[in-house]
């Protein structure tokens, strides 16, 4: 967290530098990178739907890979309440999980 010295009652969280090659692997509305396809990732996003009963997805996954490990950073979550997580502007509800199977 980073608190503004001017004005303290604004706070930020950051997160640390990553020092490899930024990739975005899929988004939140069903668009898959073919030149990065990664079916860990893609597993990922249909696991956490399949364990979740349906109820939420994460998706907008990107980040960097180190070797064998991804880094992920400002993911988007999809979630079948609509209303769940409305300040962030990227749950596109069931519609959004359809998108993604369209292209899964």
Not at 3 to 28: D, G
Not at 33 to 62: C, G, P
Request: net charge positive.
């Amino acid at each position: 967290l980073v608190q503004q010295v001017t004005n303290p009652s604004k706070i930020y969280q950051v997160e640390r530098r990553m020092q490899h090659e930024w990739r975005k692997w899929n988004n939140n509305s069903g668009g898959v990178s073919l030149n990065e396809y990664s079916t860990i990732l893609q597993a990922f996003s249909h696991w956490t739907y399949h364990v979740t009963k349906a109820r939420l997805m994460v998706v907008d996954l990107q980040g960097v890979k180190v070797e064998r490990t991804y880094l992920l950073t400002d993911p988007a979550v999809h979630c079948d309440d609509i209303l769940r997580f409305r300040r962030t502007r990227t749950n596109l509800g069931i519609k959004g999980m359809q998108q993604f199977f369209r292209t899964h």
